[in-house]
Nanobody, 128 residues
Framework: EVQLVESGGGLVQAGKSLKLSCAAS????????TGWFRQAPGKVREGLAW????????AYSDSVKGRFTISRDIAKNTVFLQMSALKPDDTAVYSC?????????????????????WGQGTQVTVSS
């Protein structure tokens, strides 16, 4: 059974940094691409960053480019999202999702229902 488990969320002051983790199990890690997403109350889900596990190729949404960095640790089957210069508007539930990379050359912009696996999400709250 494939599982994605996010961790690292919490309460942080504006301007600070936070690093989220998405630990994968039950999958052949190299075969997937993972994206980070967030959803704030009353807002639509937003895709933030994507990484191809095998090649390490990344993509970002314009809203977080330059502030957030996605990376992966193949040995630990984990994808990270390093968030810096956090703003109150970054407050949301952050989730990771994975899709089989061979069938999806470009994950950025992929419909959410096309992802194979989703984590349960982790809350990030940025205070002003």
């Amino acid at each position: 059974e494939v599982q994605l488990v996010e961790s690292g969320g919490g309460l942080v002051q504006a301007g600070k940094s936070l690093k989220l983790s998405c630990a994968a199990s039950g999958m052949t890690f190299d075969d997937y691409t993972t994206g980070w997403f967030r959803q704030a109350p009353g807002k639509v889900r937003e895709g933030l960053a994507w990484i191809n596990h095998m090649h390490g190729i990344t993509a970002y949404s314009d809203s977080v480019k330059g502030r957030f960095t996605i990376s992966r640790d193949i040995a630990k089957n984990t994808v990270f999202l390093q968030m810096s210069a956090l703003k109150p508007d970054d407050t949301a539930v952050y989730s990771c999702a994975s899709v089989w990379a061979l069938a999806t050359p470009q994950a950025k912009g992929l419909r959410y229902d096309k992802y194979d696996y989703w984590g349960q999400g982790t809350q990030v709250t940025v205070s002003s």
